[in-house]
């Protein structure tokens, strides 16, 4: 495990949303504000994806998928940073947002989503050069 990777996003991350906490809103939905009022609800989802996150991370073989050293730490980070605003504020800070469209976010929102996006390329391209 990138130890340092995880604990990097999730320092700054926090460290955001405290720099930032007058001008955040408090999520408790689960993601970009889907399920607002089932707290519990959204904290055992979370909680299931940070496990599945750690299962899948090791379950990925690092020889096959190289990038998944930092991916796989850098969303798991992410994702322990919104845990603990959830068990400490029953829900996410999110101090930006994103004009037009009102979504509200913070930077393990964007760490999570750039994660996924370099897996989902790196898989995806694995597979199509198996296919020729």
Do not use: C, E
Request: glycine share 10%; no cysteine; charged share 10%.
């Amino acid at each position: 495990m990138q130890i340092g990777i995880v604990l990097a996003i999730l320092s700054i991350d926090q460290l955001s949303k405290l720099l930032l906490f007058d001008v955040a809103i408090l999520n408790r939905g689960i993601g970009f504000g889907i399920s607002q009022s089932s707290g519990w609800l959204s904290l055992i989802f979370v909680v299931f994806g940070v496990l599945a996150t750690f299962l899948l991370y090791l379950a990925t073989p690092v020889s096959k998928f190289p990038v998944s050293r930092w991916v796989w730490p850098l969303i798991l980070g992410a994702s322990v940073s919104n845990l603990i605003d959830r068990a400490r504020f029953g829900g996410v800070i999110d101090p930006f947002k994103l004009p037009v469209t009102g979504i509200h976010f913070n930077i393990a929102d964007v760490a999570i989503v750039v994660g996924f996006i370099v897996l989902l390329v790196t898989t995806s391209g694995v597979r199509k050069r198996k296919q020729l």
